[in-house]
């Protein structure tokens, strides 16, 4: 497993300044792109930005920032995680992920999805109850556009293309394209369907029973003659100096935003011992280096993954200093101390 990569992923989340106070969302699309600088630094392979819509969040057009992280980095791999391609154009998300690329010399990455909110729908004028049909016939011509060759295509939700070319071109031929996948069987058939990498959101509960995805994905991309690439993990967290710092820093920004989109999906509000469960047995990284790694390392193994992304500001309470630290402990610390498990067989 020596070849596995680590990525972090962000979605801007507003995090405070040393005084405590919530900064602005200015300042939150700023202090991503320094902690992408710092990961870049300290040698992280990927930074993946996630789209939202919602208050809570800074980052609703991924590939902007991406584009003002190429500039200042020099070989971290850029993300979206993930594109919500349903309420978006195929075309100008190919469009903009190429400029990305041509400005980070070849360096950009995109994750497709459906989006775990929908409030990108009624913004962008797109009616919920084509909610299937509309990803289903996006990541069709999406697809066909990564050939980088003349398109006709057809559809119901868009305008149909005939023998149209999309510029500009990028310098490889082709965009490395991931599809965030949360837990439909159907969505991991259709990832291997188009020969695109699986990243497996899990954000709850053990890694291990997303095990049959992970083999799923496999048996699919073999009976449909694509390429089964090794397969993804995204899961929330955060590391500090110790166990305890780490928690008390990660929770209760977390408990707000998850009772807050809890109350919108009938979730009971979260309780302390939930998330210390999380944090012990589910899908939370939240501890020391050394806590973080050894459960990072039990999870690649239980799922032979090939990839592994922390989603290291999931909350606002944390202050700016503090995501720094987490990016740069992520780097320096928790990275090579996998490697090191996994390496010589260790849990």
């Known amino acids: 497993m020596s070849g596995i990569e680590f990525g972090i992923d962000s979605f801007g989340d507003l995090p405070r300044d040393d005084q405590g106070d919530v900064t602005t969302f200015a300042r939150a699309i ?3 792109v320094d902690e992408a600088v710092l990961a870049d630094e300290v040698g992280i392979d990927v930074v993946a930005l996630g789209e939202h819509h ?3 969040f800074a ?7 991406l584009a003002g992280i190429a500039t200042r980095t020099e070989r971290i791999r850029l993300s979206s995680g993930v594109t919500v391609l349903s309420s978006d154009d195929p075309v100008r998300v190919f469009q903009r992920f190429a400029t990305v690329d041509a400005l980070s010399n070849g360096r950009a990455e995109i994750i497709l999805g459906r989006g775990s909110f929908t409030e990108s729908f009624p913004l962008f004028g797109y009616d919920l109850a084509d909610y299937d ?11 066909k556009l990564l050939d980088e060759k003349p398109v006709t295509w057809n559809g119901t939700q868009r305008a149909p293309l005939i023998d149209q070319d999309v510029f500009p071109k990028t310098e490889s031929g082709r965009l490395p394209t991931w599809v965030g996948v949360g837990g439909s069987p159907q969505s991991v058939v259709r990832t291997a369907k188009y020969g695109f990498r699986l990243m497996l959101a899990v954000i ?3 890694a291990e029973r997303f095990a049959p995805y992970v083999d799923l994905y496999r048996r699919a991309a073999d009976q449909l003659g694509t390429t089964a690439y090794p397969v993804g993990l995204h899961s929330p967290g955060l590391v500090a100096d110790t166990d305890e710092e ?3 820093l990660f929770y209760p920004g977390y408990k707000v935003v998850r009772d807050r989109i809890g109350k919108l999906r009938g979730w009971q509000p979260l309780r302390r011992e939930e998330f210390d469960a999380e944090v012990d047995h589910g899908s939370l990284y939240i501890g020391s280096p050394e806590t973080v790694a050894r459960k990072i390392a039990a999870a690649v193994r239980a799922l032979d993954v090939g990839r592994f992304d922390l989603i290291y500001s999931a909350g606002g309470a944390m202050s700016a200093s503090a995501r720094l630290r987490a990016v740069e402990l992520y780097g320096d610390k928790v990275i090579p101390m996998v490697k090191d498990l996994l390496s010589d067989g260790s849990r």
Do not use: Q
């Open 30 to 32: 700023r202090a991503t």
């Open 54 to 56: 919602r208050p809570e």
């Open 59 to 65: 980052i609703s057009s991924p590939e902007t920032v």
């Open 133 to 143: 049909v509309l990803f289903e016939e996006k990541i069709d011509l999406f697809h």
């Open 204 to 206: 709850g509960g053990p």
């Open 246 to 248: 780490a928690k008390a």
